[in-house]
């Protein structure tokens, strides 16, 4: 009788491990980030360790994930690299399938450490090699045993970061480490900056609910705490956000920024929100019933048309906040408050148009509809069925419960779409005339055309001066302030741009305020004193420019 083999070969696994399906590293550290949040941590730092590459370039080597969770009992432990094993049965989390923490690990680097400890107590240590198993060294997860965290982690399990906070996470909590990282992440610094705004929009909820997520390096630089990143740009803590007082730009002062979007209100959704109640059944056939919730947000009718014709952009898509709203051209689909994807998932295509760049829809459900929306095993997408008759050749009946509610669901897509079109579309029609204010920067009219004598007696017209003043293709605008000044007018630096303020409360501007050819004949000034200006910063000479101010 023949001997029974095994039915996975270690050292032939060892490669294909290494090679799983997920999108980017981005995307395996927060499967590590899922962990920490599912053991219910507060506060998780990112810590890289650079080293030199043979070019004489910093290259990112070692990558620690640090939480202040539950940590890890003994058996939790020694099973957490163990592909197929979970503490997490229940579909009720944000963690679910159990190979979450070694495939992540392994898709980023050969060897992953893990450590975890509870109750202060000392910490224990597991580990996974990728060329170990090749070479038939390790075949098996061995017993944790007790052992420090490297020594350039270590000093953050106690420490204090300048303008973020003071962290300790002696108590409990776990650390992972993957140990020279050989995925091509690009130059350090575009990877963290990457980094930070994956994890901001992938978290924004569990953030935005009092969850630190913080990347820093051994060296202590940089440290930064993940900010809030909303593709529905509605949340008032965003990263994103509006400034009041020069419309169209984004704020450099979160505090003092206001959303760009808004709920959108319609008899569809009352709240911004509109509910789906789904009847189904599991593959078992045992009946259920669930919520999917599609959540719609709009721009706010000043950052729209209206802003853009103030300050005089022909496209509202070509402003700084139009070309930041253009990064977020999809659907966002939510799961357990933690984003999943974000995809046009064949709904729609082109973005080009105003009325498409300005909405945003989410989609959200909760782990029990994971087999209807074929949620993947490392949590990297789902199935939005928008054709569902596409799969009767599987045996699925077009009337069935399944295939009714995805026609609920992508007959409401489609209805939001439109009705959030049609709001946009009506915006850039019915753009309102306001009157300029303190506040907001507003285009001078040339004057009505009449005659004028010169001092010869002749007739002449001043219409084609102004004429040639208007037709100025990098016209600038001019702000007013009530507050009172000496100064006549002042050019203030905001991001790369120059704004120019004229002070209302000066005697200057009291007595010529009524003549609008003089007014238009000041913002030529400034439209030319513009270009000056960009001409001495292409030849690097702006302290010249500012003497001579």
């Known amino acids: 009788m023949t001997q029974g083999i095994e039915i996975f070969s270690i050292v032939g696994m060892a490669e294909a491990i290494r090679y799983t399906e997920y999108k980017d590293i981005y995307s395996a550290i927060s499967e590590i980030v899922d962990n920490s949040i599912e053991a219910n941590a507060k506060s998780i730092i990112i810590i890289s360790n650079e080293g030199i590459n043979g070019k004489g370039e910093k290259v990112l080597k070692d990558l620690a994930i640090l939480d202040n969770g539950d940590g890890m009992d003994f058996d939790t432990l020694q099973n957490c690299l163990v592909f197929g094993s979970s503490s997490r049965k229940e579909k009720k989390s944000i963690g679910r399938f159990g190979v979450g923490l070694g495939q992540a690990s392994m898709y980023a680097a050969p060897r992953v450490e893990v450590f975890s400890w509870q109750h202060s107590s000392e910490k224990r240590y597991v580990y996974l090699d990728a060329n170990l198993m090749k070479e038939g060294k390790q075949n098996r997860i061995e017993v944790p045993i007790e052992k420090e965290v490297p020594v350039c982690f270590k000093g953050f399990l106690n420490i204090n970061l300048p303008n973020i906070g003071s962290f300790n996470f002696h108590r409990s909590g776990t650390m992972v480490v993957w140990n020279s990282i050989d995925k091509n992440v690009g130059k350090p610094q575009t990877f963290y900056n990457k980094l930070s705004e994956e994890l901001g929009r992938r978290f924004r909820y569990y953030l935005n609910n009092g969850v630190n997520i913080i990347i820093t390096t051994t060296q202590h630089s940089p440290i930064e705490k993940v900010k809030i990143v909303d593709p529905l740009f509605i949340m008032d803590n965003s990263r994103y956000l509006a400034d009041q007082t020069y419309l169209m730009t984004l704020t450099d002062h979160p505090n003092e920024g206001e959303s760009i979007f808004e709920p959108f209100i319609s008899n569809h959704t009352p709240n911004g929100i509109k509910e789906l109640n789904l009847s189904l059944e599991t593959s078992s056939g045992k009946p259920f019933f ?260």
């Open 290 to 549: 669930s919520i999917v919730k599609l959540k719609c947000s709009v721009v706010k009718e000043k950052y729209y048309w209206e802003g853009a014709r103030k300050v005089s952009i022909a496209n509202p898509g070509n402003s700084e906040i139009g070309k930041r709203v253009g990064k977020f051209d999809y659907i966002s689909v939510v799961r357990s408050d933690r984003e999943i994807q974000t995809d046009k998932f064949g709904i729609y295509n082109s973005m080009n148009k105003n009325e498409n760049r300005w909405w945003s829809l989410e989609l959200s459900f909760s782990p029990e509809m994971d087999e209807f929306f074929k949620l993947s095993n490392n949590k990297q997408k789902v199935e939005i069925m928008t054709n569902f008759s596409s799969r009767e050749a599987e045996g699925n009946d077009e009337n069935s419960l399944e295939a009714q509610a995805w026609r609920l669901i992508i007959d409401n897509i489609n209805l939001l779409i439109r009705k959030m079109q049609d709001r946009n579309k009506k915006l850039a029609i019915n753009v309102r005339k306001d009157e300029p204010s303190s506040s907001k920067p507003v285009k001078l009219t040339p004057p009505t055309p009449r005659d004028i004598s010169n001092q010869y007696g002749k007739k002449t017209s001043n219409v084609e001066i102004n004429n040639d003043i208007t037709s100025i293709e990098s016209y600038t605008e001019v702000y007013y302030r009530d507050n009172k000044n000496s100064k006549i007018f002042n050019i203030e630096q905001h991001n790369k741009s120059f704004n120019y303020i004229l002070y209302q409360q000066n005697d200057f501007y009291k007595k010529f305020s009524g003549n609008n050819s003089f007014m238009l004949g000041f913002n030529f000034f400034a439209s030319m004193l513009s270009k000056v200006r960009e001409e001495f910063v292409l030849y690097e000479e702006e302290r010249i420019f500012e003497k001579l101010i």
